[in-house]
């Protein structure tokens, strides 16, 4: 009888260990699950977004220094470089995370105000709903494009378009078939999202 009550007693024992160790591990996954949702919540609040009237914090009141990109965009890489137009130097700042440009920023003449800002990555939402990659013939209607030209300089063989109802926003197609001449309509569908040209709003 005592050898029994010994085994029983020795197995509630360990039933007891058992459970406890359920426990602790469930509350473990518990709080790894709780740490991802934080850590998701975390990311999405680090979304960019463009819209007409701002790409995160920048918008139309904005100055173009490297200070004020560095505060708007704490979280990726802001360099200041220089570009080149017909020969005559002029500086840029660019925005990037790792070896992938973000977005490049212009300057207006003055140097003081933002000109143009070009989206190249699609961790810059468009609020639009097209991310770059996005075929032309999902944007438009065939044959519509009587709001697009060719592209020049940088752009050349390229096809500027103002986004829908947005003339701030101009997007930059292209292809294959691209040339000196507007491609024609069944070429044009084909052709993808490659970049977005955001201007502050008058």
Known sequence: MKKLQGCISNNFILKALTISFVTLALSACDNEKSDSKKTSSNELNKVIVMSADSIGTINADSVFNMHDVTVAFPEYSVVEELNYH???PYPIIRVSKGVKTLMTINPDKSQKKIYSVIIEDNLIKNDLGHPLGTDYSKIYTYGQNEECQ????DMAA????YAPKTPNILYVFNGKGGGNTMPKADVLQGWSL???IWRPKL
Not at 150 to 153: P, Q
């Open 194 to 196: 490659e970049s977005i």
């Open 158 to 161: 390229k096809v500027v378009c």
């Open 150 to 153: 060719l592209g020049t300089e």
């Open 86 to 88: 017909l020969g005559s």
